[in-house]
Structure formats: structure tokens, C-alpha cells
């Protein structure tokens, strides 16, 4: 028996994300907790389903941009988790990590940034030496779209300046930056941080460059690769990691950014990725960040994302209870500016049409 009735959440998620988020786990404790996780049909308009107290959400296009006006303008009380126009900084590798740059984080003997980076939108500039002079190779190319293809996700080492002839624009280069071949996940979900380690790229040392044969090394989502996966006949780029000898970064200072981030982006649901760089031990560049991430493999998801999903609705229904003690006052200043004029009686129907005025 629910506790109290908070609210129905609609989710309109691919089905890959589906099948890995909305687990019966979630499912029955929000229901414990008087939070009903209701499947979104992506077959009909989003406006004619419901109505939904908050809509959660990871797909792509205008269309379902457009959708969501169309909701937000029939339920303006409904909460959008996340305003696609905050999440779309997110389907772009320059934009997302401009956000980084504008972060402050004070009184902490650690620091942050992120790695050198150019975009390069043509072949022309490619090929175009003055381009790239100012980087230091390896490099790491990106396309500079992330929306959520596969396309999106392929990625390539890149060793020698002879090599980028291979690569299709628009794509982001980025320094390689050694860091002991663990990579630190946080993942955020409104207030609540944490952060997990996980499987990298390993570290490219100057000896290891001269003997490489390939001057270009392709791979994709590395972190979520199981060992036999990895860089199949590749094995010498890469060591099994002792992940569990890996010293984490401090959780004050992971906290710090993640908020800040959470703040300048206007972000619930998020995660970033983060590298120690090894050449100073304190410095750390945060390389990508993702909306919506699979928060399933996060021990414990549902106790968190269920605690969220409760603070979404108090938070609402506070806001509705403020609205309506708002309309009460005015309610009442109206009534006592009439009688303040003389006295005149006011009937509930014209008090009503006078606050539409
Ligand atoms: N600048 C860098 N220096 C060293 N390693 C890097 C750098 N950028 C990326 N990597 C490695 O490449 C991997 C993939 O890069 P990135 O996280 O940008 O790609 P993605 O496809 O967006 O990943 P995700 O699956 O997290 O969305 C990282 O997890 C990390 O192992
Ligand atoms: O399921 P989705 O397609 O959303 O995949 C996301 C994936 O989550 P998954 O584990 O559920 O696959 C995320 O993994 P973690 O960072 O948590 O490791 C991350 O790789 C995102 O970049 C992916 O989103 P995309 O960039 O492709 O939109
Ligand atoms: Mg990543
Ligand atoms: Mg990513």
C-alpha cells in the first residue's frame, strides 16, 4: 500500500533504454512509494496521453521537441525532466564541454579543466596543417555530433598527422591525456552524486608510439566493453586494469563540479566522465558528459532514482500549494481594495472574473 499518492511519471525512452532502466525493481518500489512509472506510446502524440505529472525522457529530433511544447503549453504544471533545450548542449562534443570552462570551484587544492581540443568542420582544414599545429599527438577524434548513434560513439586514436586523412568531418580532436587507464564515471541525479570507476584506454608511452604499426586505432564505447571485446587483435594497447588499486578522486570535489555542472546546465540527469591526469596526480579533465546515462549499472539505482522521482513531485506540489495561497491572497487584497472603495458586496463569480482581468 503506497504511503501517499505522489504522482504518474510517463517515460518515453528507445527501447534499449527501456529495457535497461525500467526494471521491475524501480517499477515496485516507486509504486511503494506512490510514484507510478507509466510507458509513454511513441506511436501517438505525447498530448493526448496522460496526463502525466512529469514526463522523463531521452529520445532525439524536432518532432519530439515539439511534443513537449505542445504538452508543456495543455499542462503547464507538469515537470519536463529535462528541458530538451537545456539537453541539446549535450548532442554537441564543443558545446558540452564549453560549460566546463565556465565552472569555479574554489578553496580545493585540486584542479580541473579539459583536455586541448580543436573542430574541425571540412576536409579542407584537415589537411590543413596550421590547423592542428598547436596540438600534441596522439589525438583522440571524435565526431563532433553525440546523438546517441553508434555512429556517434566510434571514435579513433590517432598517432601521426599522416593518419587524419582517414577521418570524416566534423569531428572534434582531442589530446590524448595519459591517465593510468581508469576513467571515473559520476553519475548525477538532481542533488544526489556518485561516482564509480571504470575500464579506459590505457596509457601511450613514447616507446609504445614508435612501435606502433598502425598510425590509427578505432574503438568504441571502451567503458562499456567487456575485457574479450577490447581492441580484439589490439591486446598491446591494452592491459587489464587493476581498477581496484586505483586511488578515487575526492568526493567533495566531485560533488563540487557535479553541482556546479548540474547548475549552469539545468540538469537533472547527467553523467560525466572524468581522467586524473598522470603528470600531476591533482589535476583532473572532465572528457565527456551524457544525458540520461544507464543509471542501471549504478548499485542501488532504484533506491536513488526513486528518492528523486519523490523530491520532483513534493517539490511541484509545493510549488502548485504556493501558487494556490497566492491566488488566495490576491484573492483576498481584491476584496479588500473593493470594500476599502465602499462598500460593495462582491459575488464569488465576479471575484473571479476580476483575477482573469
Ligand atoms: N582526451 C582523452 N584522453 C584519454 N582518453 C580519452 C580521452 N577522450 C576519451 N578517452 C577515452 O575514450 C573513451 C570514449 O570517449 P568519450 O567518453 O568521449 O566517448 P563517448 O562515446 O561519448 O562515451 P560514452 O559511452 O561515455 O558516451 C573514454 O571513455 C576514454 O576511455
Ligand atoms: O542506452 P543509451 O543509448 O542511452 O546509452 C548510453 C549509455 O547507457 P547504457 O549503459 O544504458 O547503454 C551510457 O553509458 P554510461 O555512461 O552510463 O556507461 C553512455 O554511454 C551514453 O553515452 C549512452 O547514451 P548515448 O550517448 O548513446 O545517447
Ligand atoms: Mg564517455
Ligand atoms: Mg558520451
Redesign the pocket.
Known amino acids: 500500500m503506497a504511503e501517499k499518492r505522489f504522482g504518474i511519471i510517463g517515460y518515453a525512452l528507445a527501447p534499449k533504454k527501456q529495457n535497461s532502466f525500467i526494471r521491475d525493481s524501480l517499477v515496485t518500489l516507486a509504486k511503494s512509494r506512490g510514484i507510478e512509472l507509466v510507458r509513454v506510446d511513441s506511436e501517438k502524440e505525447l498530448v493526448d496521453q496522460g496526463p502525466f505529472d512529469c514526463v522523463l525522457h531521452k529520445l532525439y529530433g524536432d518532432d519530439w521537441k515539439r511534443q513537449l511544447q505542445e504538452f508543456k503549453a495543455r499542462y503547464p504544471n507538469a515537470v519536463i525532466l529535462d528541458a530538451p533545450e537545456s539537453i541539446e548542449r549535450l548532442h554537441n ?1 564543443i558545446s558540452m564541454l564549453q560549460v566546463v570552462s565556465e565552472l569555479k570551484i574554489e578553496d580545493r587544492s585540486e584542479t580541473f579543466g579539459i ?1 586541448k ?1 580543436i573542430v574541425i568542420y571540412d576536409r579542407e582544414t584537415l589537411v590543413d596543417p596550421h590547423a592542428w599545429e598547436s596540438l600534441k599527438f596522439p ?2 577524434a ?1 565526431p563532433l555530433v ?1 546523438d546517441g548513434s553508434a555512429k ?4 579513433a ?1 590517432v598517432f601521426t598527422r599522416d593518419a587524419l586523412n582517414q577521418l570524416k568531418p566534423p569531428i572534434v580532436l ?6 593510468g587507464g581508469v ?1 571515473f ?1 559520476v553519475y548525477v541525479v538532481g542533488e544526489h552524486v556518485r561516482c564509480v570507476k ?4 590505457p596509457d601511450v608511452s613514447e616507446e609504445k608510439e614508435l612501435g606502433v604499426s598502425e598510425d590509427l586505432l578505432s ?6 566493453m567487456a575485457n574479450h571485446d577490447m581492441l580484439e587483435d589490439n591486446d598491446r594497447y591494452y592491459q587489464l586494469m587493476h581498477l581496484d588499486d586505483t586511488e578515487m578522486p575526492p568526493h567533495a570535489f566531485v560533488v563540487d563540479i557535479a553541482r556546479g555542472l548540474r547548475c549552469a546546465m539545468k540538469l537533472n540527469l547527467f ?1 560525466f ?1 572524468v ?1 586524473r591526469d598522470s603528470r600531476y596526480g591533482n589535476r583532473y ?1 572532465i ?2 558528459i ?1 544525458y540520461f ?1 544507464g543509471y542501471a549499472k549504478m548499485p542501488g539505482y532504484e533506491t536513488v532514482l526513486t528518492d528523486f522521482f519523490c523530491e520532483v513531485m513534493n517539490k511541484k506540489q509545493q510549488e502548485e500549494q504556493v501558487e494556490g495561497d497566492e491566488v488566495h491572497s490576491y484573492d483576498k487584497d481584491v476584496t479588500k481594495i473593493l470594500s476599502d472603495e465602499g462598500d460593495i458586496t462582491v459575488s464569488p463569480k465576479e471575484k473571479e472574473n476580476t483575477l482573469q482581468v
Open positions: 562534443r583536455p581540443q589525438v583522440i571524435k553525440a556517434s560513439h566510434k571514435m586514436l582531442q589530446e590524448f591525456v595519459n591517465h576513467i564515471k571504470r575500464k579506459s584506454l574503438f568504441s564505447q571502451v567503458s562499456n553523467n566522465d581522467i579533465l572528457i565527456d551524457n546515462p
